[in-house]
């Protein structure tokens, strides 16, 4: 064998060794290109899925919570308590004044009891009250409020946080929702200015609140459903849209309603 045809089957070995290299790296190539494709086809569609299918899914349930609603009014038990609001002048020391539920005077005529009205408490999951807000068109005409807010409950529309004020008693009604998915009722709360009226249906009757106070807190900030002095309305919702690294939060005071008089001379 000449020494040309020693270097011919020489570089022919190595080409034969090569090969079969070469094969396996276009076949890592390929499997690790359709993964990123099946990767790429699995995250657009869980996409899809939270942005568009949840709030289908929402939508379709709303005429089966309103049912509900309406249910859970007819039910509802609503009682009466009396209050004695108190006379004291805050500006006047020597004045002892009538405690609320006292039953004697100093001297004056003690004021006339007032009547507040509670609604019995719903079962937890329930759906119990409509939260209308006219300056969001997706709320205009309303969206129902369940109790609770658990995973589930809040899959169905908004949550009232269980422990807080029912809507149109004293204290401090907390009220929950998803910004994104689900329905996303609370996707425009951003767009609300103090003054802004914000309604909220029970068995009860209407109750009207105006917007007072636009927050932006951490997660951890529990202390806005601290109870609060008269009667007021706290909405809760994810903040910025898309990212649950902060919280909006809306709070507004009663201004009208079956109970607001009452709440206002107590207070």
Same mark, same amino acid.
């Given at each position: 064998?000449?020494?040309?045809?020693?270097?011919?089957?020489?570089?022919?070995?190595? !080409?034969?060794?090569?090969? =079969?290299? /070469?094969?396996?790296?276009?076949?890592?190539?390929?499997?690790?290109?359709?993964?990123?494709?099946?990767?790429?086809?699995?995250?657009?569609?869980?996409?899809?899925?939270?942005?568009?299918?949840?709030?289908?899914? !929402?939508?379709?349930?709303?005429?089966?919570?309103?049912?509900?609603?309406?249910?859970?009014?007819?039910?509802?038990?609503?009682?009466?308590? &009396?209050?004695?609001?108190?006379?004291?002048?805050?500006?006047?020391?020597?004045?002892?004044?009538?405690?609320?539920?006292?039953?004697?005077?100093?001297?004056?005529?003690?004021?006339?009891? /007032?009547?507040?009205?509670?609604?019995?408490? =719903?079962?937890?999951?329930? +759906?119990?009250?409509?939260?209308?807000?006219?300056?969001?068109?997706?709320?205009?005409?309303?969206?129902?409020? &369940?109790? #609770?807010?658990?995973?589930?409950?809040?899959?169905?529309?908004?949550?009232?946080?269980?422990?807080?004020?029912?809507?149109?008693?004293?204290?401090?009604?907390?009220?929950?929702?998803?910004?994104?998915?689900?329905?996303?009722?609370?996707?425009?709360?951003?767009?609300?200015?103090?003054?802004?009226?914000?309604?909220?249906?029970?068995? /009860? #009757?209407?109750?009207?609140? !105006?917007?007072?106070?636009?927050?932006?807190?951490?997660?951890?900030?529990?202390?806005? +459903?601290?109870?609060?002095? #008269?009667?007021?309305?706290?909405?809760?919702?994810?903040?910025?849209?898309?990212?649950?690294?902060?919280? /909006?939060?809306?709070? +507004?005071?009663?201004?009208?309603?079956?109970?607001?008089? &009452?709440?206002?001379?107590?207070?």
């Amino acid at each position: 064998m000449t020494e040309t045809q020693e270097e011919t089957r020489q570089a022919g070995d190595t !080409a034969e060794g090569a090969a =079969p290299g /070469l094969g396996r790296g276009l076949r890592i190539l390929h499997n690790l290109g359709w993964t990123l494709i099946y990767l790429g086809v699995f995250t657009l569609g869980f996409v899809v899925h939270q942005l568009f299918v949840t709030t289908w899914f !929402a939508e379709q349930n709303q005429p089966e919570l309103a049912l509900e609603r309406l249910e859970q009014w007819e039910s509802t038990e609503i009682s009466e308590v &009396v209050v004695v609001p108190d006379s004291t002048d805050p500006d006047d020391p020597n004045d002892p004044g009538i405690s609320s539920g006292a039953t004697g005077s100093t001297g004056d005529e003690p004021p006339e009891p /007032l009547i507040l009205k509670v609604e019995s408490p =719903p079962d937890l999951g329930a +759906a119990f009250a409509l939260i209308r807000i006219p300056k969001i068109e997706r709320l205009q005409e309303g969206w129902n409020v &369940v109790e #609770g807010v658990r995973t589930a409950d809040l899959r169905n529309g908004a949550g009232h946080m269980p422990d807080t004020a029912l809507p149109g008693q004293p204290g401090n009604s907390v009220i929950s929702g998803h910004r994104t998915t689900w329905g996303q009722p609370f996707h425009e709360l951003d767009a609300l200015d103090p003054g802004d009226r914000i309604e909220v249906e029970t068995a /009860l #009757g209407t109750h009207i609140y !105006a917007v007072r106070e636009i927050l932006v807190v951490k997660p951890t900030d529990f202390w806005v +459903a601290d109870p609060r002095e #008269g009667a007021w309305l706290t909405l809760t919702t994810c903040h910025p849209k898309f990212s649950a690294r902060q919280r /909006l939060v809306i709070a +507004a005071e009663l201004v009208f309603g079956p109970n607001a008089e &009452v709440i206002e001379v107590m207070s």
